[in-house]
């Protein structure tokens, strides 16, 4: 038996692990700078951490292509299919949360977002677009396509379990608020593990995103 090739996908595997970790925590750790804004703060840091850093990882350490990181089409046929048969599922989860629970009051959109159409699909396309395509590199491309895909379809459950316990530590703790943020990283997840594809997450983390805060407005 050669042991050559199993050394070599067990040190890629740890070497992605510990970088994962570390990025992570260079996140979390990272001091704020009180005179900028928080939310450009955290789009730019999140850009260099769940972007820039992924990619110069996968080239520069492992030397590999942006297809691993999932950066590429459909690895099966009418992968499109997949987006509307995960999203509308979980869609129909937030749609029965908001009919149970008190969501709507406890859920918060920007006060300029809910009362300007053209300043809701701005925040939605621009702001939200951005999140979802960081969070998809690095979640579903780095940690579920690239570090986890060896576990199959528990590469996505184990990947939102480390998605939400990174949202829950920078976000101050469970709360409606990040209800879907969390569906959408399950959403993707399913899609990135029939795909292969981050473009094919994104869209479908992005669906649930925008139509979970059109049912919050419509619920008002």
Do not use: H
Request: proline share 5%.
């Amino acid at each position: 038996m050669n042991l050559v090739p199993l050394l070599s996908r067990w040190k890629r595997f740890l070497m992605t692990g510990i970088f994962v970790i570390a990025s992570l925590l260079l996140y979390g750790l990272f001091p704020a700078e009180s005179r900028l804004n928080g939310t450009v703060q955290s789009l730019v840091l999140g850009a260099a951490v769940f972007f820039v850093l992924p990619i110069l990882f996968v080239r520069m350490v492992l030397c590999e292509p942006f297809s691993t990181l999932g950066f590429r089409g459909s690895n099966r046929r009418f992968g499109v299919v997949s987006i509307p048969l995960v999203v509308v599922p979980i869609l129909s989860i937030w749609y029965v949360l908001l009919r149970t629970y008190p969501v709507a009051s406890s859920y918060d959109l920007p006060s300029t977002v809910r009362s300007s159409f053209p300043l809701f699909l701005f925040y939605e396309v621009v702001l939200v677009g951005a999140i979802a395509f960081l969070y998809e590199t690095f979640f579903r491309g780095l940690v579920q396509i690239l570090w986890l895909r060896s576990f199959g379809l528990w590469a996505v459950f184990m990947q939102l379990a480390l998605f939400l316990a990174f949202v829950v530590s920078v976000g101050g703790g469970l709360s409606w608020q990040n209800a879907p943020i969390f569906l959408a990283g399950l959403a993707s997840g399913f899609v990135a593990s029939y795909t292969g594809s981050i473009p094919y997450a994104w869209v479908s983390a992005w669906l649930v995103l925008f139509l979970s805060d059109v049912l919050i407005l419509v619920s008002r």
